[in-house]
Nanobody, 125 residues
């Protein structure tokens, strides 16, 4: 099992930047694919980005491609989401998720079985 704790959310102006962090417990962090998802009020949770166990493969939602970067530091049991050029439509609760799988890098919510509690990101116009 793994426990996930997100941090780094906050209030930022349109065009600003934030870096989210997700710290994982346990000694097997490097066996988990890690993902970031978000959920805006009244909307379903949606995929943002995901990264393979080694960090060599990454996927992004089209809405964030070119603005967000996912990375991980396996020595620190941490995954990051660098968010640049933020827009008001990026406002949401951001969740970190993990799954142990040998089947590539999942991008669907139901494919992940460990979740953090979320961190609020608010982008003002």
């Amino acid at each position: 099992q793994v426990q996930l704790v997100e941090s780094g959310g906050g209030l930022v102006q349109d065009g600003g930047s934030l870096r989210l962090s997700c710290a994982a417990s346990g000694r097997t962090f490097n066996t988990y694919v890690m993902g970031w998802f978000r959920q805006a009020p009244g909307k379903e949770r949606e995929f943002v980005a995901a990264i393979s166990q080694s960090g060599g493969v990454t996927y992004y939602a089209d809405s964030v491609k070119g603005r967000f970067t996912i990375s991980r530091d396996n020595a620190k049991n941490t995954v990051y989401l660098q968010m640049n050029s933020l827009k008001p439509e990026d406002t949401a609760i951001y969740f970190c998720a993990a799954v142990q799988t040998l089947m590539g890098v999942p991008t669907r919510t139901y494919e992940y079985n460990y979740w953090g509690q979320g961190t609020q990101v608010t982008v003002s116009s």
